[in-house]
Each structure stands twice: as C-alpha cells, then as structure tokens.
C-alpha cells in the first residue's frame, strides 16, 4: 500500500470536502429554480447530487487520506493530538472554500449567512439518527473487510437520510459549520449550528457504539441455526 505524504493527506481532506461543499451548495442553488409546490422533486434532485458527488469524492480520495471529509469520522478513527487537528481544520478548512467556490460559479458574495433557522428536538433527533447511520455504516463494512463498498455504501445512505431524515442529514460538523456561510436553501442560520453540531457528536457517538456491540456479539461465535446462518451470510 502506497503511503502518502501527510501535506498529500491534509491536502486530499481539503480538496475533498471543498467538492463536497460545492455539490450541496450548488446543488441547493440550481433547485432553488423548481416550483416551491413541487418540493419533492427539489430535495430528490439535491439528493442524488450530493449522493453521486460523494461517491467520487470518496473513491478518489480514500486512497491518499482515508476520505473522512468529517471530523466526527476523524476523531472516531483513532487519530490524536496535532494529526486529529490538523485533517479537522483542513476538513474545515475546504468546506468553507467549497461554499464559495458555488458562490462564486453562482455570481453572488462569497460568503453571506441567513439560511433557515433548523431547531427542535425533532430536528435534532433526525441529525442523531442521520449521522449515528453514516457511522455505522462505515464501521460495519470496515469490519467486515468491505472497505471497498464504501464509495457505493456510504452515499446510499446519506442520499436516504436526505430524503427521510427532519434534520436533512448534514451528519457533519465542517459541513455544518461551512453551510452556516450560506444563505441559501442548503444553508443553515448561526442559531441552528451549536444544535447539530451536539446532535452530531451524539449520533457518531451512538454509532460507535452499536457497531462496537454488534462486532462483538458477532466475534463470541455464538452458534446460529442454519436459517438465521444464511440470512447472515446473504447480507453481505
């Protein structure tokens, strides 16, 4: 396996999450244009964006730096101290870059706030849901040697929590924070971001914790009938 430059590694989680941000922000601006009485077909549109954006950034990148594009994925992987830093403030870092890099395409400020305010316990609940399943999900393929699922894996489900969870499924604290810098559609107002970010950390934090009880129940090698055996193995 190749190992990469940690200046290539900080520089891949930049440019990463900056395409990411670019995708959403863009993505919301173009669909800004269809009809408010046809929501459905807006979100659906910024969904599959966002989903098919994510899958190339991922496949292209995780490789060089691991594509965590996220810090919550960053500080649930093991990375400490000056590493766990650095990759957050390049995730940061290209985030808010990607939000005016669709500012600029777009002809509007570089950065401006007065996106919709995104409170409430329901909200909240959906960004705990949201991001307690991209987490899982990531955990879960790894463990069982799926890595190479997850450029195909992880963008299914964040373009499912788009599309059912309340909060919209930001699942991640750069995105939120760059997307407060936004007034559009995809943005969210300053009052909304201490919300998800703690409901962010909660739903990682849950996440971890369900796959690390999953994976152990699995490695206690308790005997399984031959039904519920190939129910098991057909899942995979």
């Known amino acids: 396996m190749t190992e990469y430059r940690f200046s290539a590694r900080l520089l891949a989680e930049a440019l990463g999450t900056c395409m990411l941000l670019t995708s959403i ?23 599959a964006t966002i989903a098919a954006a994510l899958s ?6 995780r490789p060089i730096s691991g594509a965590h594009l996220n810090p919550v994925v960053t500080l649930f992987s ?12 390049a995730q940061c870092t290209g985030a ?6 669709s500012h600029a395409m777009f002809q509007k400020p570089l950065v401006y706030s007065g996106g919709p305010d995104r409170l409430g316990p329901g909200v909240w609940i959906g960004e705990i849901v949201a991001t307690a399943g991209l987490v899982l999900t990531g955990r879960l ?6 890595g190479r699922l997850i450029p195909r894996v992880v963008p ?18 750069a995105a939120t924070l760059a997307r407060a810098f936004t007034g559009t559609v995809t943005g969210i107002s300053w009052a909304s971001v201490p919300g998800y970010l703690l ?4 739903g990682a934090t849950l996440g971890v914790l369900l796959a690390k009880t999953l994976c152990a129940t699995r490695a206690q090698s308790i005997p399984l009938d031959s039904t519920a055996d ?5 899942s995979y």
């Open 25 to 47: 922000v863009s993505a919301g601006i173009m669909f800004e244009r269809v009809p408010a009485n046809q929501y459905g077909i807006r979100l659906l549109g910024i969904s």
């Open 56 to 61: 190339v950034i991922i496949a292209i990148f």
């Open 78 to 89: 093991g990375f400490k101290g000056s590493v766990a830093a650095a990759y957050i403030a």
């Open 96 to 101: 808010i870059s990607g939000v005016m890099v």
């Open 141 to 146: 393929l790894t463990h069982h040697r799926q």
């Open 156 to 173: 299914t489900w964040v373009f499912a929590a788009i599309m059912f969870s309340s909060s919209t499924c930001f699942a991640n604290p």
């Open 199 to 202: 409901a962010e950390v909660t």
């Open 230 to 234: 190939s129910l098991a193995v057909s």
